[in-house]
């Protein structure tokens, strides 16, 4: 082969791999955990984390150091919450609701004291967790929809334990698959 084929052929070659590197993300943002083919990525849990510990700064609590057991214990808490987040969201496209960015920030601003929001501005982690909360209301007012009960203490009992079975069907149901080091613990 000619060095002027050479050079084509390696300039191809690398061209093939940027394109490649560029069409599926690289690896600047892996998945941590699968739920049922949806990826959780590695940014969406550092938001996790980091909300977590700017928490624990507000407060004066210490927040482990990166390297330590602990941290990693509590990282993988934080990815069980995004898989039950990506669970939720997946059972309410299938009962076909939904809830729109304007109503998770009315509930945001309207769960805030007055004042409150100059000083600190909400966080994805935060957004992600109201709109998880609505998916919820609605998924429990959807699936316990029809449970009927004599008095007002048993209708809730009934719609409590109703919604507590669909979501243990719904966690034994949903195929979850997690990356090496990041399966959450007991």
């Known amino acids: 082969m000619t060095p002027l084929r050479l050079a084509a052929v390696a300039v191809l070659v690398a061209g093939g791999i940027l394109a490649g590197l560029l069409l599926s993300g690289g690896h600047s943002n892996p998945a941590v955990a699968h739920v049922a083919g949806e990826a959780i990525t590695r940014d969406q849990l550092e938001t996790a ?6 928490e ?5 609590t210490p927040f482990p150091n990166e ?3 602990r941290f990693h214990a509590l990282r993988n808490r934080f990815l069980g919450v995004l898989v039950y987040r990506a ?9 076909g609701l939904s809830v729109s960015n304007i ?3 009315r509930r945001l601003n309207g769960a805030k004291e007055p004042g409150e929001g100059e000083e600190q501005e909400s966080d994805q982690f935060q957004y ?4 998880s909360q609505m998916l919820y209301e609605r998924i429990y007012a ?12 048993e209708l809730a009992a009934r719609r409590n334990a109703t919604m507590k079975r669909y979501i243990d069907r719904l966690k034994r149901e949903t195929q979850v698959r ?9």
Do not use: I
């Open 103 to 105: 109503q998770v920030l």
């Open 178 to 186: 997690y990356e090496p080091g990041y399966a959450p613990g007991p």
């Open 67 to 69: 390297k330590t057991a």
């Open 56 to 60: 624990a700064k507000r407060e004066g």
């Open 128 to 131: 992600d967790t109201v709109k």
């Open 49 to 54: 984390v980091d909300h977590f510990r700017e």
């Open 142 to 153: 959807e699936v316990t929809r029809r449970v009927t009960a004599p008095t007002t203490a």
């Open 87 to 95: 669970e939720l969201s997946q059972a309410a496209k299938r009962l």
